[in-house]
Each structure stands twice: as C-alpha cells, then as structure tokens.
C-alpha cells in the first residue's frame, strides 16, 4: 500500500510543479505561489481523494483536477496561517514560511491565487463531465469558505484565551480540519456517482478521521519530534489554545483519538463487500501512528 501512495504523492508532485505557469506582468507572484505549493508534505488530501476514487471506480485518474484543487488550498490555507496576524510561524515543513522569504502583502496574494487556481484547475479539467464539475465546485466552495475551514479558522483564532468546551472544539475542527479531509473523500463519491448508501457511509467516515487528524494533531504538539514535524512544539500551549488535550488531558485525547479509529473501521464495514477497503484501512492506520 505504501508504494501505491508513493506512486500517487508522485504524480500529484510532479503536476504541482507544473500547475502554476507565468504570468507575463513581470511578478514573482508565481514563484512564491510553488515555493509553498513544492514545500513538501504528505500529500494526504489527494492521496486520500485518488484512494477513495480507486476503490469505487479503478480508475483514479479521474481525480487528478480535484487532487491538485484540494492541495491548492490546503496549501494557501498554510500560508495564510503562519502569517503574524494569525499563528506568526517562522518555519513549515522544515522550511522557512512563504512570508519570511517573500514577504507579508506577497505571501497573502500567493495565498489568494492558490484559491481561486484551485477552481480552475478543476472547471479546466477535460476529463471530467460538466455536472461532476459543477458539484465538486460546489463542494470545495463550502469546504473551504465561510462555512468550512474559513469559518473553523475564525471560531479558531475568535476562542484563543477563551474557555471552550469539547463541543465546540470539535465544531472548529470539523470545520477547520475535517471539511477538506471530507471533501477529498465526497469528492471522490461525486466522480464515482455512488449509491446513497456508500455515500452516507463514507461522508461518515470521513468525519471521522478528520477528527483523528486533529486529535492526532493536538497530541504531538505536546510530544511530537520538532525534526519529523518540521515546526516547533508546544505552540498550542504558548498560545493558549484550547486543544483536545488541554481539554481532556493527554489520556482522555488518546481515548477520543481510540474512539474514533473505532469508529472509523465501522463505518468501512458497512460499505459492500466488493469494495476493497484495504487502502481506507491503510490512512486510519497512517492518521493514528502518524509522527509528523
């Protein structure tokens, strides 16, 4: 399973590296645009997309256009958060921050243009049918505005130095975290067309370990290793962030992180039996034992 992703996380490189091309006004903006975008990384959104594609359909490649969108803006999400105004981080993924190399106002426009190229790249795709494009459109723009990860990120930043209970911590990473963790696998039940079933069983799923992401996320901010990370540890702490272990302790988060594991396999489970799930199976393992 680890050379299939590998084959994937390749693929979807080497397009990165190709997706933004020059402008003619004369700017750097594209080349602080792929700095970012060519940073490294897991790649976990549009592995998780291709996976998700290949068990329904066998036909991953359908989903290049939207592997490359959801990456665009996980990617400009990043930018945007180590700026000063928001988490003010020097480094990300063991390189320095898109703003301390080309600057504040610079590293905000590159941001701004990973978003919108990433509805382009999808509304250019030729491979795709126009109703399949209409609705990953659509679900890439909730995912990722006010009513996602835009809007987990506000009640994020809105609750620092604020008591927040566990409800509400789990509202801002559905919405920070999980909407684009869930969109990489809708995305996928979008192109496949899938039955009503597997796809409330997979939008299920995909809650899930979006949660374990940040479950798994909040405790290696207190015991991860700053070179596998590529950051900083006890960021969250400094910052008086409410976290899942700040919450619950470090055994209350590693229960939590458990039950959603759990829960994740069970949802799996429920999906027919001529799915192979072994490649879903595979990222619950990945999201749960992951060090960085």
Request: aromatic share 6%; glycine share 6%.
């Amino acid at each position: 399973m680890k050379k299939l992703m590998n084959k994937y996380i390749s693929e979807v490189d080497d397009a990165l590296t190709k997706a933004v091309t020059t402008s003619n006004l004369g700017t750097n903006l594209e080349e602080s645009m792929t700095y970012s975008l060519t940073a490294g990384g897991k790649r976990i959104r549009p592995v998780l997309l291709l996976l998700t594609l290949d068990m329904l359909t066998n036909n991953y490649k359908l989903g290049l256009a939207p592997a490359l969108s959801i990456e665009m803006i996980h990617t400009y999400s990043l930018i945007h958060d180590d700026l000063p105004a928001m988490d003010n981080d020097d480094y990300r993924r063991g390189k320095l921050t898109n703003h301390k190399v080309y600057g504040e106002w610079k590293a905000i426009l590159a941001g701004d243009a990973l978003l919108t190229k990433a509805f382009e790249v999808i509304s250019n795709d030729e491979t795709l049918s126009d109703s399949a494009k209409i609705k990953l459109i659509k679900r890439l723009s909730i995912a990722s505005g006010h009513l996602g990860m835009v809007g987990g990120q506000t009640l994020d930043m809105q609750s620092e130095n604020t008591k927040i209970d566990v409800t509400t911590l789990e509202q801002i990473h559905r919405a920070k975290t999980g909407a684009l963790i869930s969109f990489s696998v809708m995305a996928a039940v979008d192109i496949a067309e899938s039955s009503e079933n597997v796809s409330q069983s997979l939008s299920d799923f995909s809650d899930h370990i979006g949660l374990m992401f940040q479950i798994k996320d909040d405790l290696l901010d207190v015991y991860g290793d700053e070179q596998k990370l590529g950051k900083s540890v006890g960021s969250d702490i400094e910052n008086d962030k409410s976290t899942y272990v700040s919450l619950l302790g470090l055994e209350g988060a590693e229960q939590k992180l458990q039950y959603h594991t759990d829960a994740a396999y069970q949802c799996l489970a429920q999906l027919p039996n001529n799915y192979d799930t072994s490649s879903l199976k595979y990222i619950i393992e990945l999201f749960i034992n992951r060090e960085s």
